[in-house]
């Protein structure tokens, strides 16, 4: 890849930086990028990393594609389930974004459907009102993937225009609002624990329940059984829990709005009556459906070296970089470690195109990696807060809310991080 961007940049070629997917990795990559570029060096992080000696000499293009139009913190959907105000905010048009357009980034409203690696061509079906719903086709010098994981409604927005989400968003609110009988989540998961706890909060006439298969929650998390027993004693002050009981089967058994409509019956032969009834405990699948199978694991995971480019046989796969939930990498997932990832391969991507781009100027680049991520954890209960740290010591309480989360599930001080609250 060097050698050809070395003979692009001697006839004036423009180098192309393509990012699909606009959540946490992928604004903090292009973030990362455009701070390089215009001298004011990467944004703050927890793991220093070393910025490029070399400087690209042709500042390349870059854009997004993403089906959304914009940038939604996906952290905050509870809150946002139960707030319009707070939905307002939690999804960033990004038309909006200073940064993007005093950066030049351009945007494309679409959807992946392919990645050529050896021509690098992306195939994508566009959603913008121009191109119509036709197929089109993007090639690129560089590629970060940051498609995260595909979750459901309501756990995450399936919706790809802001006004779409917060229509929906407040039908929701109301069917909430207005439901008779207990609101019922499944799924004691990270995502199940929130949203139980939120909506108890945002609903405090309404009976929440919270269903779970396993005897002890975040069941599917390397964490230790203090920590998981600190979480549930602090969401049983609002909500009824469940353990142990496996959903077997859903049925309606009333269409009247006064009555409880839906009825879950556990293998344990308990039979609960909901009025609404939420799933969190599916497990989501990587968004990678789009890219080569030899570069992917068994569960559908992009393979990453730990510069994050791909560990793959696969034509120009050090030019590609994966960041974020779809990358196959050790440690728990989470948002601070997507916003690290996403930083990662900028740095790397620039400080390539810096090498490849001022040959002779007698610079060296070492290539930013990221170690395996610790098992720590800070989850939102409500109005409190549990956290783990990286020795397994378990703290919780308000202070561990504010810390963390703040009062808005860390909408603040996700924007603060990314530089998208204001100006740099």
Same mark, same amino acid.
């Given at each position: ?125 566009? #959603?913008? /009102?121009?191109?119509? $719903? =036709? ?7 560089? *590629?970060?993937?940051?498609?995260? &994981? ?99 089967? #859903?049925? /309606?058994?009333?269409? $009247? =709005? ?7 019956? *556990?293998?344990?032969?308990?039979? &609960? ?106 989850? =939102? ?44």
């Amino acid at each position: 890849m060097l050698s050809s961007l070395r003979q692009h940049a001697m006839t004036g070629h423009q180098p192309h930086v393509a990012i699909i997917g606009g959540s946490y990795a992928g604004v903090s990559a292009v973030q990362n990028m455009l701070g390089l570029l215009q001298g004011r060096g990467i944004r703050p992080s927890p793991i220093p990393q070393r910025v490029p000696e070399l400087l690209p000499d042709i500042k390349p293009r870059i854009t997004i594609l993403d089906r959304r139009d914009g940038f939604f913190h996906t952290m905050g959907s509870p809150l946002a389930l139960t707030s319009r105000t707070y939905a307002e905010k939690a999804w960033q048009a990004y038309r909006d974004l200073p940064s993007f357009t005093n950066g030049g980034v351009n945007v494309v409203h679409g959807e992946a459907t392919n990645v050529n690696m050896k021509d690098k061509i992306i195939t994508y079906d566009s #959603q913008g /009102t121009e191109c119509g $719903d =036709a197929r089109q086709e993007m090639p690129y010098d560089y *590629l970060i993937v940051t498609t995260g &994981l595909g979750r459901t409604w309501p756990i995450a927005p399936v919706h790809s225009k802001k006004y779409e989400y917060l229509g929906h968003v407040e039908r929701y609110s109301q069917e909430l609002n207005k439901t008779k009988g207990p609101i019922i989540v499944v799924g004691g998961g990270a995502v199940g624990v929130e949203m139980a706890a939120e909506i108890a909060v945002a609903c405090p006439s309404k009976k929440v329940i919270l269903v779970h298969s396993r005897l002890e929650l975040l069941s599917s998390e390397p964490l230790s059984s203090e920590y998981k027993q600190k979480v549930q004693k602090l969401l049983s002050t609002n909500v009824e829990v469940h353990l142990g009981g496996r959903v077997a089967r #859903q049925e /309606t058994i009333s269409s $009247d =709005a006064d009555k409880p409509t839906e009825r879950l019956t *556990l293998l344990t032969g308990e039979v &609960l009556d909901a009025g609404k009834v939420i799933w969190c405990g599916t497990k989501p699948a990587p968004n990678t459906q789009f890219l080569p199978a030899d570069c992917l694991n068994g569960e559908g995971y992009v393979k990453v070296k730990s510069d994050l480019s791909f560990a793959s046989d696969a034509p120009n796969s050090g030019d590609h970089f994966a960041a974020g939930d779809i990358a196959a990498w050790d440690g728990m997932k989470s948002v601070g470690g997507a916003l690290l990832m996403g930083q990662c391969a900028a740095i790397n991507i620039i400080g390539q195109l810096g090498m490849a781009t001022q040959q002779g100027k007698g610079g060296h680049f070492v290539p930013a990696e990221l170690p395996p991520f610790p098992l720590m954890m800070a989850l =939102a209960v409500g109005g409190e807060a549990a956290s783990v740290d990286m020795s397994g010591s378990v703290d919780s309480g308000r202070h561990i809310q504010e810390m963390f989360f703040g009062n808005d599930l860390a909408l603040t001080k996700t924007r603060e991080l990314l530089g998208l609250s204001g100006e740099e």
